[in-house]
């Protein structure tokens, strides 16, 4: 317990609420799990590309099913009070509209929760990349002591003595007991059910409807890929066949500088320990993003046309920032406007059976 008293106590102190989780003390099983039943496809919407599946964690109807119990159950929190979807909320856009998140026992965290949505396509997890897999990462939030502060044995003893949750497991993994492997794997699978295409951006480009998207936003998107206008493709990428908005590196924007100009939070620097990426933070995907305010990796800007604004002034000036960053000065109001438009455009149509489950 004081080990993680002094965690908590290091975390605040460096402002990063969200830093690394201490490394859990639960040991995995030498035989890893296996998801037991028919494997089933994902689906991708319309302007996504297929889901890529880890070779050990396919998913299947069951673990699909037990991952959405679990992301919704307030129990993966040490006092019952936090669910996975108290800070990525399918109602807002499955993530966190306040700028920090707020954990067990109104613990503040000091960075804005990222979306769950299309997460199954990030090549590494966290705004600073420091978890590599959808399974890895899950265990981080439930034994971070101001999120869900549990711990994987407590957890796990919990759910083995639960015979409702038992029989999920076994129909999921096969007979055995609950494992702290065996809730990561199928959190993983139900997020990787968690996807956001098909949305009027999608179906005017890929889709080819020509009258899907507003003449507003069809210039938007022109300034948006423009290298001359708004160059802002170059790190939020489109491609030829889909756009996940996302180029999966790290960048420096400028964001979250203190009164003395210095950077408050220094990302991927504190992972790579690269100079070059101080203050580096992983670009976002920004599907749904007119229904994730606030935006940036500390929640600082309110609305996308401060999102815009902030741009336009060519982000915070500090000795690490992006070359691609400058100054927009030369794009006129309408098309700022325009921007907004087209960003609005990404809403997307979230698959059936990612909301709460029923009768629980
Ligand atoms: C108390 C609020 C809170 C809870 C509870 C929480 N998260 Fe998070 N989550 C965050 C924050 C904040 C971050 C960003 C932290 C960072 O990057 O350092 C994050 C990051 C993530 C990411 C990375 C997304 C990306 O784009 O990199 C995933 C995936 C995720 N959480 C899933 C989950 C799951 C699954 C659970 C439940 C087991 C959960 N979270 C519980 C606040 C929370
Ligand atoms: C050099 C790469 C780069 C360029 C160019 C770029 N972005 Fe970003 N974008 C990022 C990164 C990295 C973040 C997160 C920064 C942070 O929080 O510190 C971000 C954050 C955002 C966000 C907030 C997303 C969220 O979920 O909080 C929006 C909206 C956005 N960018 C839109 C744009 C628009 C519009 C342009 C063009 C005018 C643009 N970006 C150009 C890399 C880039």
Redesign the pocket.
């Known amino acids: 317990m004081r080990k993680h008293a002094l965690i908590t106590i290091a975390l605040f102190l460096s402002g990063c609420a969200t830093g690394p989780e201490p490394k859990s003390e639960v040991k995995e099983p030498e035989v890893p799990a296996k998801p037991a039943g028919a494997v089933v496809e994902i689906k991708a919407p319309l302007g996504l590309p297929p889901v890529p599946l880890p070779a050990n964690n396919p998913p299947t109807v069951d673990t699909i099913a037990l991952g959405r119990r679990l992301y919704f159950d307030t129990r993966l929190s040490k006092d019952g009070t936090v669910s996975c979807a108290s800070c990525h909320d399918p109602k807002t856009g499955f993530?966190d509209i306040r700028p920090g998140s707020v954990g067990v026992g109104g613990k503040l965290g000091g960075r804005?929760a990222?979306?769950v949505l299309n997460s199954a396509y990030n090549t590494v997890q966290f705004?600073d990349g420091r978890s590599p897999s959808l399974e890895d990462q899950a265990g981080g939030p439930i034994e971070n002591p101001i999120e869900m502060a549990h711990t994987a044995p407590e957890l796990v003893k919990n759910l083995n003595a639960d015979s409702s949750y038992r029989g999920d497991f076994e129909r999921a993994f096969g007979p055995g007991p609950v494992t702290f492997q065996k809730v990561r794997m199928a959190i993983a699978s139900f997020e990787r059910t968690v996807l956001s295409g098909n949305s009027a951006f999608d179906k005017w480009k890929y889709g080819r409807d020509a009258k899907a998207m507003t003449p507003e936003a069809i210039r938007g998107f022109n300034?948006?890929n423009d290298p001359k206008k708004?160059?802002?493709a170059?790190?939020?990428t489109v491609e030829k066949e889909y756009a996940l908005f996302t180029?999966n590196k790290?960048?420096?924007?400028g964001?979250?500088l203190d009164s003395k100009g210095e950077l408050k939070d220094l990302?991927r620097f504190k992972i790579t320990n690269q100079e070059a990426d101080k203050?580096?933070?992983?670009?976002?995907?920004?599907r749904n993003?007119a229904t994730?305010a606030?935006?940036?990796?500390?929640?600082s800007?309110k609305t996308?046309r401060e999102?815009?604004d902030f741009?336009?002034g060519g982000g915070n000036s500090n000795p690490y920032r992006?070359k691609?960053?400058k100054s927009?000065d030369h794009l006129s109001k309408q098309e700022r406007a325009d921007?907004v438009a087209f960003?609005e455009a990404l809403n997307g149509e979230v698959p059936p059976g990612t909301g709460a489950p029923e009768g629980r």
Not at 279 to 286: D, V, Y
Request: proline residues 6%; aromatic residues 12%; negative net charge.
């Open positions: 993530q804005n990222p979306t705004w300034v948006f708004g160059n802002c170059v790190c939020h180029d790290f960048h420096n924007l964001v979250g990302g203050g580096a933070f992983k670009t976002p995907t920004l993003i994730t606030p935006y940036m990796h500390d929640g800007l996308l999102v815009v741009y336009v992006d691609e960053i927009l921007l960003m």
